[in-house]
């Protein structure tokens, strides 16, 4: 069973920066796609970013592009999404997720194991 803790949400003025981690535990998370994915009140959950396991491909949304960036140190067993120019509207809950299939896209069905989340609040 594959575990995932999210950190390093918090409040960040507009403009500002965050780096959200994502730790993994129970596998090893070479063997897993992983993405970032968010979630703002009365809003769907929305697809941030990809990573593939050799970290070659990656996807963005395409309200974060030029903006995030979605890396992976295997051998930390740790996914990161390093958030600048932070809006208002990037207000969310985030979560990581993660799956075993190569074929997963950026919806959030393709996905098996979620953390429990972390809160970001960018103010203006």
């Known amino acids: 069973q594959v575990q995932l803790v999210e950190s390093g949400g918090g409040l960040v003025q507009a403009g500002g920066s965050l780096r959200l981690a994502c730790a993994v535990s129970g596998r090893t998370v070479g063997n897993y796609v992983m993405s970032w994915f968010r979630q703002a009140p009365g809003k769907e959950r929305e697809f941030v970013g990809r990573i593939n396991r050799n970290a070659f491909i990656k996807l963005y949304g395409d309200s974060v592009k030029g903006r995030f960036t979605i890396s992976r140190d295997n051998a930390k067993n740790t996914v990161f999404l390093q958030m600048n120019s932070l809006k208002p509207e990037d207000t969310a809950v985030y979560y990581c997720?993660?799956?075993?299939?190569?074929?997963?896209?950026?919806?959030?069905?393709?996905?098996?194991?979620w953390g429990q989340g972390t809160q970001v609040t960018v103010s203006t």
């Open positions: 997720a993660a799956t075993a299939s190569t074929n997963a896209g950026v919806t959030a069905k393709d996905y098996a194991y």
